[in-house]
């Protein structure tokens, strides 16, 4: 049998529960199997110290955890900045999640972003074995795979892209978009979050590339045939049950209940992102209140949002509006005993999590674009199946396509959002409880072991007869 190898930028304890998003779903499917799990510490060599590119020389920081290994590397101040802040997080993120303007296209974060997944593959090559099946994670290190065949790996390399993948004329605006499509040739099986983000990508490569599509899921260009498909990720619904029933999300769930006795809840739970739609929630919050006055008094929103990227100057901005925002609708419409938003910028543990989602009537998850939104599943897995609460769903969120019973918006449409939240706090319990029993059937189908399974069993079934091509056909430069 093959030992899973995965890599993603950041690893984490597999013993850690506190993780989320990426993070669990890699530690459910690593843990069925054992392997290796390779990436960044998340420590940045210190400048002076050594010389700059101290990381570089650095071998990787092995660590055995039960059937788990841990491979970690440092980064250097310089790769720090123009691979991680700069490419990933100020070119590929904002660009896929459809915001050109948050952008910037500085050619350095392209050399640090390249020399990153050179440092890698150089890193991971020694570690492999010829029969190991490789995983790599999201935007971060979508060359990864050029650069370790170019290196002489001819192992098989899956590639899973955890954001969204932008339709073809936003992903043109990325300088370096025909060296990142042409990098992800170098993989086996490519796979996305959603049926829209295949056809972006298919429609992309039609277009830069003339890609001939050779069928639903196979595509062929640079003298290579490629699979493709949309494997939506999931989470592990019994285990989420499990800790709604643990002391800590009971206890959680009666403060709540208590506390709020009398109103009806509307939660948000995110990173502080800008891709997250939170402004426009509140908006349509307050859209609400000022449109049903029978609300006023009522319905409390509780929104926490977990600090994120604070170095990155669009979250600082992002952190203001939110604080001003939330203190404008408090000072116009609170009452001495009502506050109509609760705006925490926090983490919470992720035990009390499942409390939270249960004592909540209606969950508010808006994003202007989301690669899937696993707080929408989390939040259908935590309620009690005899009054249920009601998920209200951006149409923008990769779990729209799953989660059709869910009440669906456009979080750019206050007035249409706020009627959706009208609608779901006042749906008839026989509705609500029929509704939340289609989400919970599906993402129990379809939850993360199905997700990590189907993958690798695509990985695994796909035919190589060309993975001797060239290595300079894969790993072109960017210049
Ligand atoms: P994220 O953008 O991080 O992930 P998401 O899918 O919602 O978004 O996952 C967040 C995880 O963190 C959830 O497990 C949630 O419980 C937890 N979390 C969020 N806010 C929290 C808070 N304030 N306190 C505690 N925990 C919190 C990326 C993509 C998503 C995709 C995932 C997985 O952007 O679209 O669904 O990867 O593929």
């Given at each position: ?17 506190a ?10 499917s ?75 296209f ?54 899973f ?39 972006h ?31 939506p ?36 739970v ?17 859209e ?34 939110m ?25 919470i ?11 909540s ?32 769903l ?11 019973e ?27 409880i ?26 695994h ?5 060309d ?13």
């Open positions: 049998m093959s030992r899973l190898v995965v890599v993603s930028n950041r690893t984490a304890d597999p013993r850690n529960t993780a989320g998003g990426l993070a669990v779903a890699v530690r459910e690593l843990q069925q199997t054992g392997g290796l799990w390779f990436g960044w510490s998340g420590k940045v060599a210190e400048e002076g110290s050594e010389d700059r590119g101290a990381a570089r020389t650095n071998e990787p920081h092995l660590q055995t955890v039960g059937n788990v290994t841990l491979a970690t590397l440092d980064l250097s101040q310089e790769d720090h900045e123009t691979y991680y802040l700069g490419y990933a997080n100020a070119v590929l993120w904002p660009v896929f999640h459809y915001r050109l303007d948050l952008a910037n500085d050619a350095r974060f392209a050399a640090g972003y390249r020399r990153v997944n050179q440092l890698f593959a150089r890193k991971l090559l020694p570690l492999l074995r010829p029969n190991d099946t490789i995983w790599v994670h999201d935007y971060h290190l979508i060359p990864l795979a050029a650069e370790l065949r170019a290196m002489g790996c001819r192992n098989r390399i899956g590639f892209l955890h954001i969204p993948m932008p339709p073809p004329l936003i992903m043109a605006a990325i300088p370096e978009h025909g060296w990142l499509t042409r990098c992800l040739f170098a993989y086996d099986l490519v796979g996305f979050q959603s049926e829209a983000d295949v056809m990508f298919s429609h992309h490569v039609e277009s830069e590339a003339w890609a001939q599509t050779l069928s639903r899921d196979c595509i062929r260009a640079f003298d290579r045939t490629l699979r493709i498909g949309a494997y990720i999931g989470i592990d619904v019994d285990d989420f049950i499990r800790l709604a029933e643990a002391d800590e999300a009971r206890e959680m769930f009666s403060r709540i209940r208590d506390e709020y006795s009398r109103r009806r809840l509307l939660l948000g995110d990173r502080l992102d800008y891709s997250k739609g939170l402004p426009q929630r509140v908006h349509a919050f307050r609400l209140l000022e449109r049903y006055p029978e609300t006023r008094n009522l319905a409390t929103l509780i929104q926490i949002a977990a600090p994120s990227r604070e170095d990155v100057d669009a979250y600082g901005e992002l952190r203001r509006h604080d001003s925002l939330c203190g404008a609708i408090n000072g116009d419409h609170g009452e001495l005993d009502w506050m109509p938003v609760r705006y925490i910028h926090r983490n543990a992720r035990r009390r999590l499942p409390g939270l989602y249960r004592a009537h209606v969950a508010l998850i808006t994003p202007l674009r989301d690669g899937m939104n696993l707080v929408a599943k989390e939040f259908i897995a935590a309620q009690d199946p005899a009054d249920p609460g009601m998920l209200v951006s149409r923008f969120a990769g779990a729209a396509e799953q989660l059709k869910a009440l669906l918006v456009n979080p750019y449409d206050t007035h249409g959002t706020a009627q959706a939240i009208h609608h779901a706090l006042t749906m008839p319990l026989d509705e609500r029929n509704r939340h029993k289609a989400l919970l059937d599906r993402i129990r189908k379809f939850d993360v072991l199905w997700w990590s399974s189907s993958f690798l069993r695509a990985l079934e796909v035919e190589r007869d993975v001797e091509v060239a290595s300079d056909a894969l790993c072109p430069s960017y210049q």
